[in-house]
């Protein structure tokens, strides 16, 4: 992540090992990308959010390092499908404008959440 913001991408870490359901994903979230105030705590508030980052400038994009994610993918598998889909549209909102946005997940767990290893 560091290497990333020498080059101008804005990083944002999620921990996942504390986000177990819904609520836990939001609230890492809320604290790894510093959400404002006005963050509703619901998934249409965090797409919301995420393809806005007014408050987070970046100079050539943002890069998101979800670890952990088998923890939610195990535990509450709506939740994390969920999160999936407001990753890909922030992603999408984000591709033709000169910061796009990457979301890059660990590859440990993939097995657990039925997402495909990518070699």
């Not at 050539?60 to 939740?79: C, I, P, R, T």
């Not at 910061?99 to 440990?108: A, D, E, G, N, Q």
Request: charged content about 25%; some cysteine.
């Amino acid at each position: 992540m560091r290497r990333a913001a020498e080059q101008g991408w804005r990083p944002f870490h999620l921990e996942g090992r504390r986000a177990h359901d819904k609520d836990g994903f939001l609230r890492v979230c809320a604290e790894a990308f510093d959400l404002p105030d006005w963050f509703g705590q619901n998934w249409d508030a965090l797409e919301d959010c995420l393809t806005d980052l007014s408050w987070a400038p970046a100079d050539k994009g943002y890069v998101v390092l979800y670890e952990s994610w088998a923890e939610l993918a195990d535990a509450d598998q709506a939740s994390f499908r969920t999160a999936l889909d407001v990753f890909a549209e922030a992603v999408a909102s984000w591709r033709d404008t000169a910061t796009p946005m990457t979301v890059m997940l660990s590859s440990v767990g993939v097995e657990v959440a039925g997402v495909p290893r990518l070699t």
